[in-house]
């Protein structure tokens, strides 16, 4: 890393060796095509001379024919030159985990450095992290010279801070930026020592590191100070927010529990005014029902008694129809005899005075005026049967008026037979 900080003020000089390097490769394949090696070092000096494509597509097709690590060593060089950070990681730890120990201090520093460029170009905060953690095991493993690793340590660790405190409030942690202030103290204490007298090969310009050594205890330090009050009130922000919603919830919640209770309320109470309702109509129901029956019976009974008073009425009627109709015969009849035997007695008993005509019109005249009332009070019985009984009965009852018209006609005949029967008396 730190070669790639300090450039180079030699490109022009590099570049004519890069083109003259390229020549001979090229000869070299001519001569031998199968050349493996050859063929590498062609795809480096186009890798070096930012052909990358055309190094990347010669690395390819040697891949499988040579067996060695440095294949994949230069593909992890030249993606990471292409920004293809992921490959470029894949291509480290393939050539770390087949070829070399795991705690090969170079190709963790390749990994360190392929993490770091990823989180830059992504803006991630974990990548830069792992990259972090590479370059610890880097520094960790290895057994000769430390200051270059070292650096690479620092470096990260400031790069990370200056990241951290751009980042936008909502994105920050405040474990990140605790962690990040304390990983800044160290780059600051690294780049203080490696600035120092008593660094003899010291991997950057010593002032360079003063300061940045400067830069980060005092302005970068205080930003993330900064950043880390603005993390706590907003986190504290977030909590108020986050209990008002919360509470709001809880009393909509709340709310909503009592609408449902009032409304179950409301339902229950409705259902039971329903309930007595119903059992008030049922009842009124089975009253009116109970009514309806005994109405029904009393009307039967009514019915039942009516028709029997009518018919002992009919009965009765018939049975008083028929002795007036025999007792008017034999009171015609007996009329009869009785005023000839008068008008025996009246002949025999010459000493009674003879009746004038006066007081026989006089006796005559009661006689019917009683047989037109007696005739009169049948024709209203007779009228009244003739009302409730049959046209049988009506016959009897016209029977009944003719006898007493009969009866009538003997009352006058009679009479006047007597007064026939009289007149010859007279004469003897």
């Known amino acids: 890393m730190a070669r790639d900080i300090k450039g180079s003020s030699n490109d022009e000089k590099k570049k004519r060796y890069y083109i003259r390097a390229i020549e001979l490769f090229t000869k070299v394949l001519s001569v031998d095509p199968k050349n493996v090696y050859a063929a590498q070092g062609l795809a480096i000096v186009y890798i070096e001379n930012k052909e990358q494509n055309k190094g990347l597509d010669i690395l390819r097709k040697i891949r499988d024919s040579l067996n060695d690590i440095s294949i994949y060593l230069n593909l992890g060089h030249v993606l990471v030159d292409l920004k293809q950070y992921s490959k470029a990681i894949e291509n480290y730890g393939i050539a770390l985990a087949r070829y070399l120990n795991p705690n090969d201090s170079k190709i963790l520093s390749f990994l360190a450095r392929a993490w770091y460029l990823r989180g830059l170009s992504e803006k991630s905060f974990p990548y830069l992290k792992k ?122 919640e709340a709310s909503k529990v009592k609408e449902a209770e009032e409304a179950k309320a409301a339902l229950q109470a409705k259902e039971a005014e329903l309930a007595k309702e119903r059992a008030k109509l049922q009842e009124q129901a089975q009253q009116w029902a109970e009514e309806a029956r005994m109405n029904v019976v009393v009307d039967d009974e009514d019915d039942d008694k009516l028709f029997n008073e009518e018919t002992a009425e009919k009965e009765s009627k018939k049975k008083k129809g028929g002795r007036k109709a025999g007792s008017t015969n034999k009171g015609a009849k007996g009329k009869k005899k009785g005023r000839k035997n008068k008008a025996v007695v009246e002949d025999s008993e ?28 049948d024709e209203d019985d007779d009228n009244i049967s003739a009302k409730s009984t049959n046209k049988k009965k009506k016959f009897k009852s016209s029977d009944i008026i003719e006898d007493s018209d009969d009866e009538l006609d003997d009352d006058l005949f009679g009479g006047e037979e007597n007064n026939e029967e009289s007149k010859p008396n007279d004469e003897d």
């Open 131 to 252: 990259s972090l953690e590479y370059c610890q095991e880097a520094l960790d493993s290895s057994q000769v010279s430390k200051s270059s690793l070292r650096f690479n340590l620092a470096y990260v660790q400031f790069q990370t801070a200056e990241f951290i405190s751009k980042f936008p409030v909502e994105q920050r942690n405040v474990d990140d930026i605790n962690e990040t202030i304390l990983n800044l103290n160290e780059a600051v204490k690294t780049f203080t020592e490696l600035s120092s007298d008593a660094e003899k090969h010291s991997p950057y310009p010593k002032q360079e590191l003063k300061a940045r050594a400067s830069l980060g205890g005092t302005t970068l330090l205080n930003r993330l100070n900064v950043c880390l009050e603005e993390v706590k009130e907003n986190i504290n922000k977030v909590e108020e927010k986050l209990e008002l919603a919360k509470k709001l919830r809880e009393e909509e």
């Open 350 to 377: 010459e000493e009674s005075p003879e009746p004038s005509d006066n007081e026989s019109e006089e006796q005559a005249s009661p006689r019917k005026r009683k047989s037109a009332v007696s005739g009169d009070e």
